[in-house]
């Protein structure tokens, strides 16, 4: 079983950036597809950010494109999330792990394969 260690998460003011690592344990990183997910307070966890297996193709949600940037190292089993002009409301815990698909579906419609880390919290406030 693969494990999951969120880090880099914190309390910014509106319009600051933060940069999120997670890191994998085991030797079949490389072979997924990896995502960030986050679950803002009495929300569903939702897909927000995904990366592709060789970091070729990424997508991300209406609400942070353009401010989010999604990378990973396959040398280090991590994946990495900018996050830029954050809005009070991208407040929430921020998880990594794989969807179930190669091409996964942005927002709630994308289960993860492996168990859930301990998350990162993010407070975007003034």
């Known amino acids: 079983q693969v494990q999951l260690v969120e880090s880099g998460g914190g309390l910014v003011q509106p319009g600051g950036s933060l940069r999120l690592s997670c890191a994998a344990s085991g030797s079949t990183f490389s072979r997924y597809t990896m995502g960030w997910y986050r679950q803002a307070p009495g929300k569903e966890r939702e897909l927000v950010a995904f990366i592709t297996s060789a970091g070729s193709s990424t997508n991300y949600a209406d609400s942070v494109k353009g401010r989010f940037t999604i990378s990973r190292d396959n040398a280090k089993n991590t994946v990495y999330l900018q996050m830029n002009r954050l809005k009070p409301e991208d407040t929430a815990v921020y998880y990594c792990?794989?969807?179930?698909?190669?091409?996964?579906?942005?927002?709630?419609?994308?289960?993860?394969?492996?168990?859930w880390g301990q998350g990162t919290q993010v407070t975007v406030s003034s």
């Open positions: 792990n794989t969807p179930r698909t190669f091409m996964p579906t942005i927002g709630k419609g994308s289960p993860p394969l492996w168990s």
